[in-house]
Nanobody, 122 residues
Framework: QVQLVESGGGLVQPGGSLRLSCAVS????????IGWFCRAPGKEREFLAA????????YYPDSVKGRFTISRDSDKNTVYLQMNNLKPEDTAVYYC???????????????WGQGTQVTVSS
């Protein structure tokens, strides 16, 4: 059974940092791309980052490039999203997702986690 479980969300002040974790089980991490998305209230889901099956390439939209970093620890079956210089507009529920390829992931993920709330506020 495929499972993705996010953790690490919480309340952070503007300019602060958080590292989200996505613990996966039920599939071999090296065979899939994993990515991160967020959804703010009243907004569309937004793609944030992806890492390909071999962890040799990462992908980011311009909106987060330079602030967010995705990485993977295969020994722990975990993918991370390091978020720096957080802004109030980053407040959202953050989800990790799986897809066969990093190209497919932004538009057609195949499995999702339950999400973790990130709130950026002073």
């Amino acid at each position: 059974q495929v499972q993705l479980v996010e953790s690490g969300g919480g309340l952070v002040q503007p300019g602060g940092s958080l590292r989200l974790s996505c613990a996966v089980s039920g599939f071999t991490l090296e065979y899939y791309a994993i990515g991160w998305f967020c959804r703010a209230p009243g907004k569309e889901r937004e793609f944030l980052a992806a890492i390909n099956w071999s962890a040799s390439r990462t992908y980011y939209p311009d909106s987060v490039k330079g602030r967010f970093t995705i990485s993977r620890d295969s020994d722990k079956n975990t993918v991370y999203l390091q978020m720096n210089n957080l802004k109030p507009e980053d407040t959202a529920v953050y989800y990790c997702a799986q897809a066969p390829t990093a190209v497919q992931l932004p538009t057609s993920p195949t499995s999702w986690g339950q999400g973790t709330q990130v709130t950026v506020s002073s």
